[in-house]
Structures are given as structure tokens and as C-alpha cells.
């Protein structure tokens, strides 16, 4: 009786072993075993539009702990209403050591949805990132530092605004005129603007990206660093988006008397979802409970201001 009872414990052992190394390091991770959270889906505020370009935007997202994978939780659960093709990431990919391990617990188990069905993540290198993160495969960034891509009537202009050297200011003056593109959106990791009391605007930064964008058509800019979300107010006709609470999160961070501030979420992580239709930008910004904390839309600078004068 006793030795029939013990062949079964063990063959209900082999059973529930995991069986592979990924498999392994998920059930000895707690934020891979982290619990659903429950919400009602949001009612979202975005077109949908057939042929748009819908995107992602996450920023701070490589930590590995159960925020991180709350928040991919509610991104997955956002794409079954909301087909956005490709993600942004805005820099600090990985926190902490970048071995092969990192990468499955940090990016490929917690956004492994996503990538399975496809989608491409298209990151820039914040001030955490060991630059060496741009050979890898699954970042699309082939090699380089900083890079353009394109969507349709949409040019996306990456930049590391941790070394923004000479050479690369040269680059982005020459893409940004060379663009056709009916948008142009430059991504970075350090934002220009910030009611944050820990970072702040990066003044330094302003002054030499700032006049490239005024003069060659921007209308949106997005950064992280910050671990919050924020939206300013349109600065000088440009509207900056600072997202970067996909898994940090610096709360009661955002200045209260700040005259730049149009919203700001520090009380938890989100993320943000960007659907561009023809002259109109739409953003949609969920938190970590499936809360929308911001939804809004705003037309191109040169369409704004067509309209005025008329």
C-alpha cells in the first residue's frame, strides 16, 4: 500500500515538473505567478479606424517584478479591443544585470503575447540600458544607437539622449528634413519637459533638439525617466508625453503647481496607446487596474493652425 502510494507521488511529480529552463524560471519568479487583476474592460475613447497606425507606448519597463507583468497583463488584455501593430519603448529597458535570463524575465515572458502574435518593439536606450541592447534581435534597432522607421504617414526619429554627441544632433537635422512624413514623432528617453521634482526639463537637451523640432514639422515628442505619466501642455506648439511608469513608479512625484502640467498620473504604473487617423492624434493612458487616467486627441501643427487663420 505504502510503496503504491509512493509510486504515484512521484509519477505526479514528473508530471508537474516544468519542462524547460523558461518554464523553470517562471514558477521560481513571483512576478511571473503574479494574480489577475480584475477591472471592467475601459470604454475606450479611440477610433479604431481600420487603417490607422495604432501603437503602443511603454517606457522604465525592464524591472522583472509583479508591477511590470500587471501592467503587461492589462496591455495584452487592451490589444484584444485594440489591434496596435508595434510598440515604442522609452528607454530603461532592463534595470540591473542583462544576461540571457534577464531578457526572457524582463521582456520575452512578460510581453510573450504580444510577441508571439507578432508585434515588433522598437526601443531606445535610456540612462539604465547597456547600449550593447541594440544588437539584440527582439529590439529592433539593427545595431544602432539612434534610427528612424516609418508607418505609413507616420516617421518615428529614435534618438539617445543619453549621448546626444554632435554626430547625432548632424543625423537628426538631416532626417527630420528629409522626412516626408505627414508626422514626425521623435522618442527619447530623458524628456525636454518635466513637472517631475526628482528629474525635471532637461535643459540641456532642450536646447539642442528643441529648434530641429520646432523647424521641421514635430508635433508630439515622447519620453520616460520620469516613473509617471505625464502630459504637458502644448509647449511652443508640440505636445510632450512622458510615459515612463510601465513598471517604476515614483509616486506623488508631478509638482502640483506646475503651469506646464495638462495631466499627470504618480499613483501608479500605466501605459499608453496612440492611434494616429490622418490629421488627428488620439492617446488613450490605462493604469495597472485598467483604469483610462487620460484620453484626448489634437490635430498637427500645420492643420491647427490653418484652421486658426481661417
Not at 535570463?101 to 536606450?125: Q, W
Not at 547597456?130 to 534581435?137: E, H
Not at 512624413?181 to 519637459?193: E, L, Q, R, T
Not at 487617423?277 to 487620460?294: A, K, P
Amino acid at each position: 500500500m505504502f510503496r503504491t502510494l509512493l509510486s504515484a507521488l512521484l509519477a505526479l511529480l514528473i508530471v508537474c515538473a516544468p519542462s524547460s529552463r523558461v518554464d523553470a524560471l517562471d514558477q521560481a519568479t513571483p512576478a511571473s505567478a503574479a494574480p489577475q487583476i480584475q477591472a471592467a474592460a475601459p470604454r475606450s475613447t479611440l477610433p479604431n479606424d481600420s487603417d490607422s497606425v495604432k501603437f503602443l507606448v511603454i517606457g522604465d519597463s525592464g524591472t522583472g517584478d509583479r508591477p511590470q507583468y500587471e501592467v503587461a497583463e492589462k496591455i495584452v488584455e487592451a490589444r484584444e479591443r485594440f489591434k496596435f501593430e508595434f510598440v515604442i519603448m522609452l528607454g530603461d529597458n532592463m534595470y540591473g544585470g542583462e544576461t540571457a535570463i534577464d531578457f526572457v524575465r524582463k521582456f520575452e515572458t512578460p510581453y510573450k503575447p504580444l510577441l508571439d502574435d507578432g508585434v515588433k518593439f522598437y526601443a531606445s536606450l535610456g540612462n539604465h540600458d547597456d547600449p550593447n541592447q541594440r544588437f539584440y534581435q527582439k529590439f529592433n534597432m539593427d545595431g544602432k544607437r539612434y534610427y528612424t522607421f516609418r508607418k505609413k504617414d507616420v516617421e518615428f526619429f529614435v534618438l539617445d539622449s543619453t549621448y546626444m554627441s554632435p554626430e547625432q544632433i548632424k543625423w537628426l537635422a538631416g532626417e527630420l528634413k528629409r522626412s516626408d512624413a505627414k508626422w514626425k514623432i521623435p522618442y527619447f528617453h530623458h524628456p525636454i519637459y518635466s513637472s517631475g521634482e526628482r528629474h525635471g526639463s532637461e535643459l540641456d537637451l532642450q536646447k539642442v533638439v528643441e529648434p530641429l523640432f520646432l523647424t521641421n514639422g514635430v508635433d508630439v515628442v515622447f519620453s520616460g525617466h520620469e516613473h509617471f505619466y505625464e502630459r504637458l501642455k502644448p509647449q511652443k506648439g508640440i505636445v510632450y508625453i512622458t510615459q515612463g511608469g510601465a513598471a517604476k513608479l515614483r509616486r506623488g512625484n508631478i509638482r502640483d503647481n506646475s503651469a506646464m502640467t495638462a495631466k499627470g498620473f504618480d499613483t501608479d504604473r500605466s501605459f499608453t496607446l496612440v492611434e494616429v487617423v490622418g490629421d488627428h492624434l488620439f492617446f488613450e493612458t490605462i493604469s495597472r487596474l485598467g483604469q483610462v487616467v487620460d484620453s484626448g486627441e489634437f490635430p498637427r501643427r500645420e492643420v491647427a493652425q490653418s484652421s486658426s487663420t481661417q
